[in-house]
């Protein structure tokens, strides 16, 4: 079981609707996580850091579930400057603890 | 403003060629890290550094030097560059309340 997963997509979204997606991670131990915005050859943008049970950001909403062990992310009243791929970042442990990435999640907004 | 910035931000090399990536950032972080992105394998991390002259390996260190004399700049070094080293390359820096990590721009490097 990889460390941290993500479904791939493409999630197609029509424009001014909601997309929600999970990652999942294997560490229970892990302390902190973080969602990212990748666009296409560009580097990674952060977009959220995601602590306690989640938190909300304009139309970004994160949540942690630490029980079943994901964390999700879901976009109100997508617009077509949202596509990209999200990738789920987790820090498994101390704050120096490496970061484990996850493959990321496309997310193609469509008019 | 706060930035991570990288040069060169594309690069065509022959095999053999020695090359130096720079990066540099602003924001007094004392953990810096290199990673290189490659289709379908994600982002993989080459070296890493927790403070100056404090640096160790990552996942995909071969063919790779890092050096860190200096907290804000972190250059990665190929000593001997290879066709397998052709690659989207970025530098980044972590720090701050939440131990957040800032990318740099990338570099885009070809090796023939």
């Known amino acids: 079981r990889k460390e941290v997963e993500q479904d791939p997509g493409p999630f197609n979204v029509p424009e001014g609707a909601t997309v929600a997606f999970n990652c999942t991670y294997s560490n229970s131990a892990s302390q902190s996580f973080f969602w990212y915005r990748q666009d296409c050859r560009k580097e990674p943008k952060l977009l959220m850091s995601?602590?306690?049970s989640g938190n909300e950001d304009g139309r970004f909403t994160a949540q942690l579930n630490r029980a079943s062990q994901y964390i999700s992310l879901l976009i109100r009243d997508s617009k077509l400057s949202d596509s990209a791929t999200y990738l789920c970042?987790?820090?498994?442990?101390?704050?120096?603890?490496?970061?484990?990435f996850g493959g990321g999640t496309r997310v193609l907004v469509k008019p | 403003e706060a930035q991570v910035t990288q040069n060169p931000r594309y690069l065509i090399t022959v095999t053999g060629k020695k090359l130096t990536v720079t990066c540099s950032q602003n924001?007094?972080?004392?953990?810096m890290s290199w990673y290189r992105q490659d289709p379908g394998l994600g982002l993989r991390q080459i070296y890493y550094s927790m403070n100056v002259e404090a640096t160790d390996k990552g996942d995909v260190p071969e063919g790779y030097k890092v050096s860190r004399k200096e907290k804000r700049n972190f250059p990665l070094i190929l000593e001997s560059p290879s066709p397998n080293q052709t690659s989207l390359y970025f530098c980044?820096?972590?720090?701050?309340?939440?131990?957040?990590?800032?990318f740099g721009p990338g570099t885009r490097l070809t090796v023939t």
């Open positions: 924001m007094n972080h004392e953990y």
């Open positions: 980044a820096s972590r720090g701050g309340h939440y131990y957040e990590q800032y």
């Open positions: 970042v987790v820090n498994p442990g101390a704050a120096g603890n490496k970061l484990t």
């Open positions: 995601v602590y306690s």
